[in-house]
């Protein structure tokens, strides 16, 4: 079974004028599509391991009997596919508030203004390029995250909620190297909360 592209549950420009159509177009058609090609040429020599959803690749990885530079494969192109799956899921042109989340959020961060400052924070200072994330451990709880790269949450047994990518390739065209304004506006097109 190969690994294919989601379809943006929106029109490319359905988040404008925060995120700009050709930023969109790009990074679901190009560069999500690329992790996809890589994931699948990577799994070719494992037909064992093609059955598996990439949820499932991420979280077992350690275990697995594979080359060095294929596992390294499965966990950059992975992670970059599961990622921008998500990425895609939690954006949208409404807000969608997920309410069991928010509670859980002012529960643990003491209010959603606390939260988004900490968070935005984490997004903000991350070095080069990598994810923010806001991830469930083994017990359920949340907590937040700068990762590298396209490391994904469940590399560390933990369940990805809300991910926000800040490599340069998500931002750059309109904000040129203002991350933090691409960050600011980015809130405006996460439904969840
Ligand atoms: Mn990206």
Redesign the pocket.
């Known amino acids: 079974m190969k690994h294919t592209l989601p379809p943006l549950p929106y029109a490319y420009d359905a988040l404008e004028p925060y995120i700009d159509a050709k930023t969109m177009k790009l990074?679901h058609t190009k560069?999500h599509q690329t992790y996809i090609d890589k994931l699948n040429a990577a799994l070719e020599k494992y037909p064992d391991l093609q059955e598996k959803s990439v949820e499932d690749l991420l979280r077992s990885l350690a275990t697995f009997k594979v080359e060095e530079t294929d596992k390294a494969a499965i966990r950059n192109h992975g992670g970059g596919h599961a990622n921008?799956s998500l990425f895609w899921q939690i954006m949208g042109p409404k807000k969608e508030t997920d309410k069991k989340l928010t509670g859980e959020i002012v529960k643990a961060f003491g209010s959603l203004d606390d939260f988004k400052k900490q968070f935005t924070d984490i997004a903000v200072k991350l070095f080069g390029s990598g994810w923010a994330w806001l991830a469930r451990d083994e017990k359920g709880n949340l907590h937040l995250h700068g990762m590298p790269n396209q490391d994904s949450p469940y590399l560390h047994g933990h369940v990805p909620v809300i991910g926000l990518?800040v490599?340069e390739?998500?931002y750059y065209l309109k904000y040129q190297n203002r991350r933090a304004e691409y960050i600011e506006n980015w809130w405006k097109v996460l439904k969840l909360i």
């Open positions: 990074h560069h921008h990518d490599w390739h998500a």
